[in-house]
């Protein structure tokens, strides 16, 4: 089950499971582990340890999860340039000795606590608690190695190697499909298929593909002839394991339930089980237990590990998720005081008769005030970007727990006749009054280019040499206003660069005119692009983090801008590099026919030996002469000249040597030539 902490609207409704199971107890003969992305900050680090409870604990083993530990699990499956360079992923492992799998997850937005389980279950692991998370928001398909390093360093038992393979594979299977018939389904019928195929003990390729053809069509899905060989191989494979069903049955009827939840709510547009009576029932049984302070048997014990996360430690705009509805309880009472106590009225014109200042906070200092260190590398970006940090102090200020918005509220006489006083209660007391704020350019509005967060945050890269970085909005009212954009190194939140919007030498805007632009970009019918020009390229094997301003957008008259403190999507814009790549030194008026281009090619040396810049097209035509191709050994720079104006693509074929000549990567760069 999903829940978001910002918008604090997506629950599912109670497993008919939960009374069902007793308390799960630990395992008395093994410990926690606890395992961290080795590209993780300082500051990071002590973020997701908090998370996880456990900051300050001595006895806990701590595993380092590197990029090449990640490629070594996910390479047979995943192409290397998508695993990326970086790791951020962390897990806490805690065997049980019953209950199945339970998984809870934070700022994993494409693998889901349901496909972790399920895939633990494949890898032969029968019973464990398992939280994973990120510092900020990643894909997570990275996040399976490091919960099978840990759970192997915690029970003392070594899983067979075939079928942590299996495992993976399985997760990469179900991500692929979800990319066609979405998430909840690729893994119910991942899921239920592999219940029948086990269950059933059947080995012959003719039942399997009768098996999931039968379950597509009972779930309503129609599977794509590469996503049906694809999940026909996955059962292959595991109906040549010894699988004991009854070892696995707990959790994989769990998540059977979990999904049949979630499907319901997608097409009921409610948040009813698949059995409404039977919830209605259980929901009923439950407020009647809470009256006589008699509460039901949790499936999960008072320690769990999945109970006793400390979630304002990743601070707000988080997506949380879990096997079980009761590991979620505290983060949704979190989240409902958040929302009412950031509940503020403002009008939309921007002058000093508001009575408060707005102020965005980009750190995730701890609100206890342990060391009173921040608990973000994204704390020193978001000083050098202009942003203050302001604790709750005797001057009347209030800072909303969990959150990224300080309001400093000024005295006036206006506010001495009762205003000021009615608003204060209004924030520290968590009242329900509704938001009035207007006049806000919201990220929903926004395409943010490149921002692999997205998608696959942990998986995916761009090529290294862009020089620039776009916002695409379907809006034609939008110009640059005296905001700024900030790049930061992600790795230690040094600034980079900062790039003033209304510089006109370094931001220009332009019309999207192209019809397939913009029907990727979500089906708009216009729209406007803003792109930002660096000044040096984005290098090689690097990760990124960007800054948008209050301010960095308005609208022409003025009524709204972007507002970040109002809006922190804004401030996670997130991406990597890949080890290669090609880059022209474009400006704003693009490059000149028959003018010398200077531009930087990126050679991984590792993979590569040899780079061929073997073809530049012009509006689709071939313009490079036979013979003409610019050959590169390692890393450096070039110049060359194009001939005629159009849209120019810069192509690069990259081999493993001169001699063998075996492609082993292509990368391109698209300029326009004036």
Request: proline fraction near 1%.
């Amino acid at each position: 089950m999903k829940f978001t902490k910002k918008l604090a609207a997506v629950l599912m409704s109670a497993l008919t499971l939960a009374a069902a199971i007793p308390s799960v107890p630990a395992m008395a003969d093994s410990q926690k582990v606890v395992t961290l992305g080795a590209d993780l900050s300082e500051e990071q680090r002590t973020m997701i340890l908090k998370y996880f409870g456990i900051y300050g604990e001595s006895n806990i083993e701590t595993l380092t999860i590197t990029n090449e530990d990640e490629r070594e699990h996910l390479g047979s499956y995943i192409p290397l340039e998508q695993i990326g360079t970086r790791t951020y992923s962390c897990a806490l492992v805690s065997p049980t000795t019953s209950g199945g799998i339970q998984v809870k997850t934070a700022n994993l937005t494409y693998v889901t606590s349901n496909m972790i389980a399920s895939t633990l279950s494949t890898a032969g692991v029968v019973n464990c608690e398992v939280l994973a998370a990120a510092p900020f928001a990643v894909s997570g398909t990275g996040a399976l190695t490091g919960v099978l390093m840990a759970y192997e360093t915690a029970s003392g038992e070594t899983l067979d190697e075939t079928k942590k393979e299996t495992a993976t594979q399985e997760l990469v299977t179900t991500t692929t499909i979800s990319d066609s018939v979405g998430t909840v389904e690729a893994t119910q019928i991942v899921n239920e298929t592999k219940i029948q195929v086990i269950q059933g003990d059947v080995v012959s390729t003719g039942d399997i593909e009768v098996i999931v053809d039968t379950v597509a069509e009972e779930e309503n899905v129609t599977l794509s002839d590469e996503d049906r060989a694809l999940l026909v191989e996955l059962m292959e494979k595991i109906a040549e394991q010894d699988y004991n069903y009854e070892e696995m049955s707990e959790t994989l009827e769990r998540v059977e339930e979990n999904l049949d939840s979630l499907l319901n709510e997608e097409n009921d547009g409610t948040e009813s089980s698949s059995d409404e009576e039977s919830t209605e029932s259980e929901e009923s049984a439950q407020e009647a237990a809470s009256e006589t302070d008699e509460s039901e048997e949790s499936a999960l014990s008072e320690d769990s590990i999945l109970l006793n996360t400390d979630e304002s430690a990743l601070g707000s705009d988080v997506v949380f998720d879990a096997t079980d509805e009761s590991a979620l309880s505290e983060t949704e009472a979190s989240a409902e005081a958040e929302t009412e106590t950031e509940s503020v009225s403002i009008e939309t014109e921007a002058s000093d008769d508001y009575g408060f200042d707005i102020t965005v906070s980009d750190t995730y200092e701890d609100s206890t005030g342990d060391d009173g260190s921040s608990d973000s590398a994204d704390a020193d970006a978001s000083a050098d970007a202009g942003s203050s940090t302001e604790n709750a102090a005797d001057d009347g200020s209030v800072q909303t727990e969990g959150s990224d918005i300080v309001v400093d509220f000024e005295t006036s006489d206006a506010e001495e006749t009762g205003e000021t006083e009615a608003s204060e209660a209004e924030t520290e007391t968590g009242s329900e009054t509704e938001s009035t704020i207007q006049g806000i350019i919201s990220i929903a509005e926004l395409v943010l280019e490149p921002n692999t967060d997205e998608d696959a945050a942990e998986t995916a890269a761009i090529e290294a040499g862009r020089n620039y970085l776009t916002i695409s909005t379907w809006r034609t009212d939008l110009v640059a206003g005296t905001g700024t954009i900030s790049v930061y190194d992600a790795a230690d939140g040094s600034l980079i660069e900062t790039v003033e919007m209304s510089d006109a030498t370094k931001v220009i805007s332009e019309a999207i005119t192209d019809v397939e632009k913009l029907y990727e970009m979500g089906g708009w019918t216009e729209g406007t692009e803003f792109r930002i020009y660096l000044s040096s390229p984005l290098a090689a094997d690097m990760s990124y983090y960007i800054v948008i301003s209050d301010d960095a957008l308005t609208t022409e008259d003025g009524s709204a801008s972007i507002q970040t403190a109002l809006d922190d999507y804004l401030l996670n814009w997130h991406f990597d590099t890949l080890s290669y790549g090609i880059g022209v030194d474009e400006t704003v008026d693009g490059v000149t026919a028959n003018s010398a281009v200077t531009g930087t090619l990126y050679v991984d040396s590792e993979v590569s030996a040899y780079a061929l810049l073997d073809s530049i097209t012009v509006d689709g035509v071939e313009t490079l002469e036979d013979g003409a191709a610019i050959a590169f050994t390692e890393s450096s720079t070039f110049e060359l000249t194009i001939g005629q104006s159009g849209e120019a693509v810069i192509h690069v074929s990259y081999y493993d040597s001169a001699e063998t000549m075996n492609l082993v990567n292509e990368a391109a760069y698209t300029v326009t030539v004036k």
